[in-house]
């Protein structure tokens, strides 16, 4: 797309600098996403005209798939961007039902720091190429034309790329509905339907008529059809249990009977779950919970006599995906994933191909012909063809995307997107709630500084998981994260002069002054537990077998020691660390390298989230405060008092947690072209 100006313009008070996505104004440097500068720029081209969202849409977007929504984002995006001005002027017009205009015009800022004004003599007559002059002192006037390739976080789409003519819900009921699966006839749809305090599987048709199959208080899962399609596996996990349910489902008739298989050998919930015969399961499950070291182990349930067999397979297999004879594997190993494809017969298994070193996916299945597979990853929607091309499905939302599936004839895609809005909320000591965050997106895990006064929190408000201060009810954005990556937990140094972000295959140090990312910690495997940006000093925790407490100094990361193994939960504070044994009842501190036992009021394997040196906050179906010198632990607040769950605790400002705002789950069909 063009832009105003091939480097720099002025927009009344403002610098625009399209090359590096930023404002400047008084001294002070905003960051733009690029697709909000994006839209700026097409404003700034066409300041003459009242823009249309549609039109934003087909020329900024490139005619990808997006809502009136991620336009009015950017429009609001821009406009808070324009009220840090020193003058209270509007900068962006909206003309109801029309659409949108700049209220000031673009001038180009020369080489001489003269603001020229941008004419439409300068714009090219078609809109992606800019036409510019370059006047050299002799007067002589070269034009030159080039174009202005959009490439930051998004790329304009290939050729191949298939984009969705029409976007329909699945049903006219606006919600929480999620898990469609096609039913192998192409005529019927099964989802789950959730009506306030219970969760229903339903079965719908192409004319929206629907009828109940079944009800739970429990989240339904894993909705898979036979290949004849006269049974449905679905199956939810309640009180550290799977409950498995097989239906034999008369479409005609809308008959249905169920038997029950109680999997109490499986104490987490099932990822991926496929039929390998009519009597015959497939399914993984995480190892632990949570699932810091990415460990899964394979089984398989033979339906006639309910029995459940674990394979002993160390390829570490995550999700599972099968069509006809062709099996699709995802593996993990140091939290990057492998995805292969193998041809099984009784004889042999033969790799047909593979793609490695990849994001780990959320959702994998096969295109319906079997010639390739439709993945969920980093909430994009990708077909991985085994001749080995790839193509991107542009469907661009702000919401988050669940278990894509095509339908038996390859017209449309059936996904769920959730939107989600989490706040952040100041819980006093005397029960006084106080809203700390209030965005349209998600805001999480805040941890507040030594002193209160200020906290860092986790937001994805720019488009992507960042680092975020609140400082005097004042927000600003700390992390300028490339790659879309999530933030999987955010710590303090210990002097509260950077923040250590985790992200799945580093550690980064942020200075807060500067805004500088220098990577500390290259392994996946290692969890930040203190770090003082001054001594260098480090101490980790690695997930990778056990877990297990490391130390060591940047200065010479080779010299490491390991401090304790077999960890369960874990806080530091200062020069000690607070900590349970796996499967132990008791709190235990570290310090000066000496191990001791402090208190043995606290449960097996508790929640445990700040300590003071004089006691810790922890919970055991209430929250409660141990104080060392007595060894007695005192209520704090009863479970459910506050809805929301807690991320970090101050002895004088009181309790930091977030809240869900608004969760709908809808099922929308995307129409393929």
């Known amino acids: 797309m063009s832009c105003a100006s091939n480097g720099s313009f002025r927009l009344g008070e403002f610098n625009v600098h399209p090359d590096k996505n930023k404002?400047?104004?008084?001294?002070?440097?905003?960051?733009?996403?690029?697709?909000?500068?994006?839209?700026?720029?097409?404003?700034a081209d066409n300041h003459d005209n009242v823009i249309s969202v549609d039109e934003l849409i087909l020329q900024v977007w490139q005619g990808a798939v997006v809502s009136n929504q991620s336009v009015q984002r950017c429009i609001s995006l821009l406009r808070k961007s324009f009220n840090s001005s020193s003058t209270d002027e509007p900068y962006i017009a909206n003309f109801s039902k029309k659409g949108y205009q700049l209220l000031h015009t673009p001038l180009r800022v020369t080489h001489e720091d003269v603001p020229v004004k941008v004419t439409h003599a300068e714009k090219g007559v078609n809109k992606s190429v800019v036409g510019y002059g370059v006047i050299a002192i002799s007067l002589l006037m070269v034009l030159v034309s080039f174009s202005i390739f959009y490439q930051a976080t998004e790329t304009t789409p290939p050729a191949d790329v298939r984009l969705f003519t029409k976007i329909t819900p699945l049903t006219s009921i606006v919600g929480y509905e999620y898990s469609a699966e096609p039913h192998p006839n192409g005529s019927h749809v099964v989802y789950v339907e959730n009506n306030g305090a219970n969760f229903d599987l339903v079965i719908t048709d192409q004319s929206a008529n629907k009828w109940l199959v079944a009800t739970s208080s429990y989240p339904w899962e894993n909705l898979t059809w036979s290949v004849s399609g006269k049974e449905l596996i679905a199956s939810f996990y309640a009180q550290k249990n799977v409950q498995l349910f097989q239906f034999t489902i008369n479409l005609t008739t809308q008959k249905t009977h169920h038997i029950k298989v109680d999997m109490t050998e499986l104490k987490y919930n099932i990822l991926s779950l496929n039929w390998i015969t009519?009597?015959?399961?497939?399914?993984?499950?995480?190892?632990t919970y949570p699932n810091e070291n990415y460990q899964f182990s394979t089984y398989s349930l033979t339906l006639s006599d309910r029995q459940l067999r674990k394979h002993n397979s160390k390829e570490?297999?995550?999700?599972?995906s099968k069509y006809e004879n062709l099996f699709a594997y995802v593996s993990i190993h140091n939290k990057r994933a492998a995805i292969q494809v193998f041809s099984k017969s009784k004889q042999e298994k033969t790799l047909i191909t593979q793609w490695l070193d990849r994001d780990v996916p959320k959702d994998i299945s096969w295109l319906p012909d079997g010639s390739g597979l439709l993945l969920l990853e980093n909430n994009n929607m990708r077909i991985l063809y085994l001749d080995k091309r790839e193509q991107?499905?542009?469907?661009?939302?702000?919401?988050?995307?669940?278990?894509?599936?095509?339908?038996?004839?390859?017209?449309?895609i059936y996904v769920t997107q959730q939107k989600e809005n989490h706040d952040?909320?100041?819980?006093?000591?005397?029960?006084?709630?106080?809203?700390?965050?209030?965005?349209?997106?998600?805001?999480?895990?805040?941890?507040?500084?030594?002193?209160?006064?200020?906290?860092?929190?986790?937001?994805?408000?720019?488009g992507a998981d960042q680092v975020w201060l609140n400082e005097n009810n004042k927000e600003q954005q700390l992390s300028y994260l490339k790659n879309n990556q999530k933030i999987e937990f955010i710590y303090w140094d210990q002097e509260q002069s950077n923040v250590l972000i985790k992200l799945a295959q580093n550690t980064l140090q942020l200075s807060i002054k500067n805004h500088q990312e220098t990577i500390i910690d290259e392994s996946p495997h290692n969890y930040p537990l203190n770090f003082s940006s001054i001594t260098k000093d480090y101490l980790y925790i690695n997930a990778e077998k056990q877990r297990s407490l490391w130390s060591t100094n940047l200065h010479n990361p080779h010299n490491k020691r390991m401090l304790i193994t077999d960890l369960g939960l874990t806080l530091s504070l200062d020069d000690t660390v607070y900590f349970q044994y796996i499967n132990k009842l008791g709190l235990w501190s570290m310090n000066n390298n000496r191990i001791k036992l402090i208190s043995n009021n606290i449960p097996v394997n508790s929640f445990f989230i700040m300590a003071d040196h004089q006691g810790v906050y922890f919970y055991d179906h209430d929250w409660f405060y141990l104080e060392f010198a007595t060894n007695k632990r005192s209520t704090v607040f009863a479970d459910g008092v506050f809805e929301g769950w807690v991320s970090d605790i101050h002895p004088a400002s009181g309790w930091l947690l977030n809240k869900t705002a608004a969760n709908e789950k809808d099922i929308v069909m995307l129409q393929l072209k």
């Open 316 to 320: 570490n297999i995550f999700l599972i």
């Open 23 to 43: 404002l400047t104004v008084e001294h002070k440097e905003i960051k733009l996403e690029p697709k909000v500068m994006a839209v700026l720029c097409y404003l």
């Open 424 to 462: 952040i909320w100041n819980i006093t000591h005397q029960g006084k709630q106080i809203l700390q965050s209030n965005s349209t997106y998600i805001d999480r895990d805040a941890k507040y500084s030594n002193s209160g006064e200020r906290f860092i929190f986790i937001s994805n408000r720019s």
């Open 278 to 287: 009519n009597d015959e399961l497939l399914l993984t499950v995480p190892n």
């Open 392 to 412: 991107a499905l542009n469907y661009l939302t702000e919401n988050t995307l669940y278990r894509p599936r095509f339908s038996p004839n390859g017209k449309k």
